[in-house]
């Protein structure tokens, strides 16, 4: 049985179609087309200045493109801002908070987030409510989520105290917290040793 191109198409998980972006004028993308399947690892090779940071920022929402579209399971997010787009990115740099412990850091995103509740009042009336995740579930997804980066047991510890392996599964481990859709790292083992690369590359692996 041959596969429609209509069923090909509904397994992109993320397509760039003709995108490009200038800065003061100078392109640094130009006219990019790019799918991205459901469960695929896609590694983005070029030296430096080619335009690879710049196009996961866009794939973020963290810029915008100059032309063209961006979508995400078919539907258009070009124009829609980071914290609506079911994607994460994990930097260069971890940007982890040091004067929070490792549990701390991992938690962050699910202590603010809000979820959609549904509440009856006196009347007998629907209403929505947006609350606060449960303490017991965020300490679940925390003990899970370090589970996956091999790092129980560290919830205590000081982000000081951790080599740079470490605080690069940490920054997984965060990002993994808010379920994206889409994971995308940006350059997460340059500033590693070899050893340490390997316990990242381990990790991404496995997710």
């Given at each position: 049985?041959?596969?429609?191109?209509t069923?090909?198409?509904?397994?992109?998980?993320?397509?760039?179609?003709?995108?490009?972006?200038?800065?003061?004028?100078?392109?640094?993308?130009?006219?990019?087309?790019?799918?991205?399947?459901?469960?695929?690892?896609v590694?983005?090779?070029?030296?430096?200045?080619?335009?690879?940071?710049?196009?996961?920022?866009?794939?973020?929402?963290?810029?915008?493109?100059t032309?063209?579209?961006?979508?995400?399971?078919?539907?258009?997010?070009?124009?829609?801002?980071?914290?609506?787009?079911?994607?994460?990115t994990?930097?260069?740099?971890?940007?982890?908070?040091?004067?929070?412990?490792?549990?701390?850091?991992?938690?962050?995103?699910?202590?603010?987030?809000?979820?959609?509740?549904?509440?009856?009042?006196?009347?007998?009336?629907?209403?929505?409510?947006?609350?606060?995740?449960?303490?017991?579930?965020?300490?679940?997804?925390?003990?899970?989520?370090?589970?996956?980066?091999?790092?129980?047991?560290?919830?205590?510890?000081?982000?000081?105290?951790?080599?740079?392996?470490?605080?690069?599964?940490?920054?997984?481990?965060?990002a993994?917290?808010?379920?994206p859709?889409?994971?995308?790292?940006?350059?997460?083992?340059?500033?590693?040793?070899?050893?340490?690369?390997?316990?990242?590359?381990?990790?991404?692996?496995?997710?």
């Open positions: 049985m041959e596969t429609t191109n069923e090909k198409k509904s397994n992109r998980i993320i397509e760039l179609v003709d995108v490009s972006k200038e800065f003061d004028g100078v392109s640094v993308v130009e006219n990019l087309n790019l799918y991205v399947r459901k469960g695929e690892f590694t983005l090779l070029g030296p430096s200045g080619c335009g690879k940071t710049t196009t996961l920022r866009m794939i973020a929402g963290f810029e915008l493109p032309n063209g579209q961006i979508l995400l399971n078919g539907k258009d997010i070009s124009e829609l801002p980071p914290n609506k787009r079911p994607v994460n994990v930097f260069q740099k971890y940007a982890l908070f040091p004067h929070l412990n490792v549990f701390e850091n991992v938690a962050f995103g699910l202590k603010l987030k809000r979820v959609e509740t549904t509440v009856v009042d006196k009347k007998g009336t629907e209403k929505v409510k947006y609350t606060k995740l449960p303490k017991a579930v965020i300490e679940e997804k925390v003990r899970k989520a370090l589970d996956i980066v091999d790092l129980s047991g560290f919830e205590k510890r000081s982000i000081a105290t951790l080599s740079g392996g470490q605080q690069q599964r940490i920054a997984i481990a965060r993994l917290m808010m379920e859709e889409v994971m995308l790292f940006d350059e997460p083992t340059s500033a590693l040793d070899p050893e340490m690369v390997g316990e990242v590359l381990d990790v991404m692996k496995e997710l």
